[in-house]
C-alpha cells in the first residue's frame, strides 16, 4: 500500500525550514528517503529502520515514530541545492520487497 | 557503496520497434531486481519485480507481453518494451537491494532510461 505524503508542494525561501511527513496504514520495516531532480534519477539521501530513531546528515535529518508508522524529513536553512521532489520509499520487511513509493512532494527553494 | 548501472540513459524510437533496457548490479548479485516507470510529474510506480532464474512477477494493469522482462544472471535484467507506442514514453528505472556490511537493506537505482516513442 502506497504511503502518504504530506504536503505535496511547498516553496520556500533560502534560509527557511521544512518538514515533509509520510505515513502509513501498517507499521513498515524501514523507510528510505530520496531526492529526485527533474530527468534524474532519485539520490539516497537516510534510511530508517528503528522505531524512535532519528537520523542526519548536513542540515538535512529524518525521524521515525515509536510504532514505526510514520517518518518525517527535516530541512533546515534550506538552500537552492535543496529543490527536486522528495520521495519516501517503504519497506514492509526484510526481505526482497520492492519499495512502495509515495507520490512526492516537490519542493522549491527560491532566492 | 553499491552500484546499478542502466543503459541507456535515454532512446528515441519509431512507434511499433522494441527497444531493450539493460541493467547491472556492478559490484554485488542481486537475485531480485525492480522495475518501475515514471510519467511525468508522477512518483516512480513498480512495474515488475524480476527474479533471476525464474519468470518476472508483474503488476496489476502491467502487460507482461508488452514488457518483457528477462534475469539471466545474478548482476544483469533486461526489460524489452515491445512493439513501443507513444504512451509508453516514460522514464523507467531499475532497483536492486543490497545489504552491504554492517549495513542496512538499501535499495540502489539504476540510472534511469528516459524512453521517447515518435
Known amino acids: 500500500q502506497q504511503p502518504v505524503q504530506s504536503p505535496q508542494a511547498v516553496i520556500l525561501r533560502e534560509g527557511e525550514d521544512a518538514v515533509i511527513n509520510c505515513s502509513s496504514s501498517?507499521?513498515?520495516?524501514?523507510v528510505h528517503w530520496y531526492r529526485q531532480k527533474h530527468g534524474e534519477a532519485p539520490v539516497f539521501l537516510m534510511i530508517l529502520l528503528k522505531g524512535g530513531e532519528q537520523k542526519g546528515h548536513d542540515k538535512i535529518s529524518a525521524s521515525f515514530n515509536e510504532k514505526k508508522q510514520q517518518s518525517s524529513l527535516y530541512l533546515t536553512a534550506s538552500q537552492l541545492s535543496y529543490s527536486g521532489t522528495y520521495f519516501c520509499?517503504?519497506?514492509?520487511?526484510?526481505?526482497?520487497?520492492?519499495?512502495?513509493f509515495g507520490k512526492g512532494t516537490r519542493l522549491s527553494v527560491i532566492a | 557503496g553499491a552500484v546499478v548501472s542502466q543503459h541507456p540513459s535515454w532512446v528515441i524510437c519509431k512507434s511499433g520497434t522494441s527497444v531493450k533496457i539493460e541493467c547491472r548490479s556492478l559490484d554485488f548479485q542481486a537475485t531480485t531486481m525492480f522495475w518501475y516507470r515514471q510519467f511525468p510529474k508522477q512518483s516512480l510506480m513498480l512495474m515488475a519485480t524480476?527474479?533471476?532464474?525464474?519468470?518476472?512477477?508483474?503488476e496489476q494493469g502491467v502487460e507482461k507481453d508488452k514488457f518483457l522482462i528477462n534475469h539471466a544472471s545474478l548482476t544483469l535484467s533486461t526489460l524489452t518494451v515491445t512493439s513501443a507506442h507513444p504512451e509508453d514514453s516514460s522514464f523507467y528505472i531499475c532497483s536492486a537491494l543490497s545489504s552491504l556490511r554492517d549495513r542496512d537493506t538499501e535499495a540502489f537505482f539504476g540510472q534511469g532510461t528516459r524512453l521517447t516513442v515518435v
Open positions: 501498517k507499521a513498515l520495516y524501514s
Open positions: 524480476s527474479n533471476e532464474g525464474s519468470k518476472a512477477t508483474y
Open positions: 520509499g517503504a519497506l514492509i520487511n526484510s526481505g526482497n520487497t520492492p519499495l512502495v
